[in-house]
Nanobody, 123 residues
Framework: QVQLAESGGGLVQDGGSLRLSCAAS????????IAWFRQAAGKEREFVAS????????SYLDSVKGRFTISRDNDKNTVVLEMNDLKPEDTALYYC????????????????WGQGTQVTVSS
């Protein structure tokens, strides 16, 4: 199995930027697609972005395309989510998760999860 830990959340103003990191340990990190999900208060957990095992494929939620960028460094066992032009509706607890296949967008398909990091965007 793989253990995941998120960092980098915080409070920013509308239009600001944050950089979230997901650090992995355990089984071979490069065996897994890594995704970011988020869950706002009272809402279902939703897919934000994912990156394939080698980093050649990425996928994004439509509302974050052009603002968020996902990347990975398999030598450092990390995945980064760069978030720019943040909006109040991006406020949520952000999780990274691992799955064996690229392309899945439902949280039930992901086997391993971090504890989450809070992102709050003030208007």
């Amino acid at each position: 199995q793989v253990q995941l830990a998120e960092s980098g959340g915080g409070l920013v103003q509308d239009g600001g930027s944050l950089r979230l990191s997901c650090a992995a340990s355990g089984r071979t990190f490069s065996d897994y697609t890594i995704a970011w999900f988020r869950q706002a208060a009272g809402k279902e957990r939703e897919f934000v972005a994912s990156i394939s095992r080698g980093g050649g494929l990425t996928s994004y939620l439509d509302s974050v395309k052009g603002r968020f960028t996902i990347s990975r460094d398999n030598d450092k066992n990390t995945v980064v989510l760069e978030m720019n032009d943040l909006k109040p509706e991006d406020t949520a607890l952000y999780y990274c998760a691992a799955a064996v296949q690229f392309g899945w967008r439902h949280h039930s398909r992901y086997n391993y999860w971090g504890q989450g990091t809070q992102v709050t965007v003030s208007s």
